[in-house]
């Protein structure tokens, strides 16, 4: 059963827009911190953004404040990210995940600290 589903990659260009979008089972999200990560060819997987459960904490790479949002609707459990201002530089394929642990009281940016991954969405920026 698929428990992480992103959706909303495409090809535009560069200073275009895209808005992700995570559907995720509630078992998947409720209580949970959610983060974007992105990994481009060649490249390790790399941390984008990341929401607390019910205080709604985000953090964000550098590479991308002031560009991306990531947001949540925990009624829907669904986890978005809308970027702006797109770059050929982020090209990459984005994956939404989980962060089990309740402690944390700001988003990990760590990916060996989430737990459940989605299968990804393209993203590919041409200039």
């Known amino acids: 059963q698929v428990q992480l589903v992103e959706s909303g990659g495409g090809l535009v260009q560069a200073g275009s827009s895209l808005r992700l979008s995570c559907a995720a089972s509630?078992?998947?999200?409720?209580?949970?911190?959610m983060g974007w990560f992105r990994q481009a060819p060649g490249k390790d997987r790399e941390f984008v953004a990341g929401i607390t459960w019910s205080t709604r904490i985000t953090s964000y790479a550098d590479s991308v404040k002031g560009r991306f949002t990531i947001s949540r609707d925990n009624a829907k459990n669904t986890v978005y990210l809308q970027m702006n201002n797109l770059k050929p530089e982020d090209t990459a394929v984005y994956y939404c995940?989980?962060?089990?642990?309740?402690?944390?009281?700001?988003?990990?940016?760590?990916?060996?600290?989430?737990?459940?991954w989605g299968q990804g969405t393209h993203v590919t920026v041409s200039s």
């Open positions: 509630a078992r998947m999200f409720s209580s949970h911190a």
């Open positions: 995940a989980t962060d089990v642990a309740g402690w944390r009281t700001t988003p990990s940016d760590s990916k060996a600290e989430y737990d459940y």
